[in-house]
């Protein structure tokens, strides 16, 4: 069915209005609208009406570590949170480095039918940051690739970064960067270098492995006349860049956490390895600067990094268990609670950072429009004044590293709707 008559939802933050879908597209917006028999009707009382959320960042894991989560599961958990179109990252095994294995995930997720999964190809093979992938193949593959990343691995040689900026500004690609420089802040670092770091015994992750790179990569990225997209930032120096960047027209968008918009390094002090994540947390000061600047428009989306791992893979001391924490379900809640509660941002800002400026930058055009007559039903109605705890065992992920765990917010998601069809109803898919 993808037929829908929604009642009384609030646009935006705005007017309730009733929304007439059909054939997968609003088809009209007001009150007294002419209604076909057989349209099934949502009443979307005291709910607010979005453009679907988009995920720059998750990670879906298939093929190759299908115990710790499968496209079809990832898809349910992203419909849950609301998601109508997640972009899943390329360190799978084998990576998707080529156009047949972008193929494979695409058609995996047009399988699972829950959201749009669109592949991120990886800048080089193997992500072994040597030789660049196939980049215009799988770009003119069916699954039109247009974001490339090593996400997990920093593509450190300047030299190959500014090939890959060349190549894919041919056609309008973005590359996403994990801005990690490994001479700074080797495989091992897991804790924010400071004091906890030295107290704690940690591998120590400063912020200059972080801000050096986006300040590297900026530069490349103007000689080049090409895009650079900064994936998860989470220092005051890499918010510092970013600024700097967009101040000199450079042509670059960044993205933050959840869990880096709200958890501080505090959490690592009891060794959890739930906590454990890259970029690791960092101290509350730079989580009220990328606040800061997710409200002032430096940072221009919210990506969830979610990361699922199977329990074999975590439950080790704090510096043996892998990197990585869960997201998709729980974003709008967590970005809800933190930014709109607090009057950070409007509803319309939330949304913006959640669905249009990811769409956009990933060159999603059925996603993150406008709630207007003749734009595709991708939504997602959700409840501002519902209050829930989350409970790790009723995830929809297959993994369970969930820092949420316990922790009450005040925002929930309703119904998701991918091109007219329900895909979950009260959170829960379909």
């Not at 047949?100 to 749009?116: C, Y």
């Not at 190549?167 to 490994?182: E, I, K, L, M, N």
């Not at 949304?351 to 990811?358: F, G, I, Q």
């Not at 501002?384 to 369970?400: G, N, P």
């Amino acid at each position: 069915m993808t037929n829908l008559h929604i009642t009384g939802a609030v646009l935006l933050g705005g007017e309730a209005k009733d929304v007439l879908v059909l054939e997968g597209q609003i088809a009209g917006i007001g009150k007294g609208l002419d209604v076909p028999q057989g349209v099934e009707t949502i009443d979307a009382d005291g709910l607010a009406l979005l453009p679907g959320f988009v995920d720059l960042h998750t990670h879906l894991r298939e093929p190759g570590r299908e115990d710790a989560e499968t496209i079809a599961t990832g898809a349910a958990a992203a419909a849950a949170g609301g998601f109508t179109a997640v972009l899943a990252m390329a360190n799978t095994s084998p990576v998707t480095d080529t156009a047949e294995a972008a193929e494979r995930v695409f058609d995996l997720g047009r399988a699972a039918g829950l959201v749009d999964v669109q592949p991120i190809g990886a800048v080089t093979k193997a992500l072994e940051g040597e030789e660049l992938a196939e980049l215009a193949l799988m770009h003119r593959s069916r699954a039109n690739v247009r974001v490339f990343s090593d996400d997990g691995r920093c593509v450190h040689d300047a030299r190959v970064m500014r090939r890959a900026l060349e190549y894919v500004r041919a056609f309008g690609g973005v590359v996403s960067q994990h801005s990690q420089d490994p001479d700074l802040a080797g495989s091992s670092a897991c804790c924010h270098e400071g004091e906890l770091s030295g107290r704690l015994g940690l591998p120590g992750w400063p912020a200059v492995a972080e801000s050096s790179i986006i300040a590297r990569d900026a530069q490349l990225a103007q000689h080049t006349g090409s895009r650079i997209h900064v994936a998860h930032v989470t220092t005051a120096e890499g918010v510092e860049v970013v600024r700097w960047a967009k101040a000199r027209g450079i042509d670059l968008t960044a993205e933050v956490t959840p869990h880096h918009l709200l958890l501080t390094e505090d959490l690592v002090s009891g060794y959890d390895p739930t906590f454990k994540v890259n970029p690791p947390l960092r101290p509350a000061e730079d989580v009220e600067v990328l606040r800061a600047a997710l409200v002032d428009g430096t940072i221009d989306a919210v990506a969830t990094d979610h990361a699922p791992h199977a329990r074999h893979d975590k439950e080790h001391a704090f510096v043996d268990a892998a990197f990585g924490m869960l997201g998709l379900e729980t974003a709008f809640a967590v970005v809800h609670d933190t930014m709109v509660r607090s009057g950070a941002l409007d509803l319309a800002a939330l949304s913006d950072r959640m669905s249009t400026a990811p769409a956009r930058i990933a060159g999603l055009s059925e996603h993150g429009r406008s709630l207007e007559v003749g734009a595709p039903a991708n939504l997602v109605l959700v409840d501002t004044e519902a209050h829930q705890t989350v409970d790790a065992s009723t995830s929809k992920s297959l993994s369970r590293n969930n820092p949420w765990h316990g922790m009450s917010f005040t925002g929930a998601v309703h119904t998701t709707i991918l091109r007219g069809r329900v895909t979950a109803r009260q959170g829960v898919s379909e």
